[in-house]
């Protein structure tokens, strides 16, 4: 079955650092774009960043501009969220997924969703 096995996630204190993996697990990534999510408790899940499959152009919600980054290794078949300056309305479950449209895609067009990873900013 074609999925994502997200780790990496834990606690940290407002202003500090975490990055996520994602690795995919029944495919190869290389012809998809790969978006990353979050769903904190008791709202809607929402996308944070995007890498496109072909010129891996990146793509941020507003509120983490300048403080994530996304990049992708398909050699090891693995996407990365390095995570600065973290805030305490980071908190949430991370989860990534794929589409084979372009990182502008209705969320309905992404799948292979993992279990997510818990990250979880406070002091």
């Known amino acids: 079955q074609d999925q994502f096995v997200e780790s990496g996630g834990g606690l940290v204190q407002p202003g500090g650092s975490l990055t996520i993996s994602c690795a995919a697990s029944?495919?190869?990534?290389?012809?998809?774009?790969i978006g990353w999510f979050r769903q904190a408790p008791g709202k809607e899940r929402e996308g944070v960043a995007c890498i496109s499959s072909d010129d891996e152009s990146t793509h941020y919600v507003d509120s983490v501009k300048a403080r994530f980054t996304i990049s992708r290794d398909n050699a090891k078949n693995t996407v990365y969220l390095q995570m600065r300056n973290l805030k305490p309305e980071d908190t949430a479950i991370y989860y990534c997924?794929?589409?084979?449209?372009?990182?502008?895609?209705?969320?309905?067009?992404?799948?292979?969703w993992g279990q997510g990873t818990q990250v979880t900013v406070s002091s």
């Open positions: 997924a794929r589409t084979l449209f372009n990182c502008a895609a209705a969320r309905t067009n992404f799948g292979a």
């Open positions: 029944g495919f190869g990534l290389r012809y998809f774009a």
